[in-house]
């Protein structure tokens, strides 16, 4: 029981130093820059849960393993492509906008294909 009161009086305190932190910096640099109010410590916390549901960066590091094994399995998926499907795949993405805007191919199928044939 007193490690849960031990861990509910740390987060409200983490919680209430980002909601100094947020007003104070808000105060000082978006007064200045923008020209707009400045904030309460209750708008600033507001306003920080605010861009944590926006931007759903709520868990405490979870999204960025899920991003890393999400990563992998796109490499796994690319490595065990052949060299046509990979064109296939390059130039369907072009077709829908992926890919340099300047039209210059920077990717080289040939190194590649020499990548692919040194790890086998």
């Known amino acids: 029981m ?5 861990i509910a009086v740390m987060c409200a305190v983490a919680l209430a130093a980002v909601g100094a932190v947020v007003m104070l ?4 640099l978006i007064t200045d820059i923008f020209g707009l109010t400045a904030i309460n410590f209750w708008q600033a ?3 920080f849960l605010l861009s944590r549901i926006l931007l759903g960066r709520f868990g405490f590091g979870s999204n960025r393993m899920m991003m890393h094994e999400k ?5 796994e998926k690319w490595m065990k492509m052949s060299p ?3 064109k296939e795949f390059i130039n369907k993405r072009r077709r829908f906008g992926f890919g340099n805007s300047c039209g210059i191919d920077h990717f080289d199928m040939k190194k590649h294909e020499e ?3 040194g790890e086998r």
């Not at 910096?25 to 000082?28: S, V």
């Open 84 to 86: 046509e499907q990979r």
């Open 115 to 117: 990548q692919d044939n």
């Open 45 to 47: 916390l507001g306003l």
């Open 2 to 6: 007193k490690k849960g009161i031990k």
């Open 25 to 28: 910096l808000w105060n000082a």
């Open 71 to 75: 990563r992998n399995a796109i490499r």
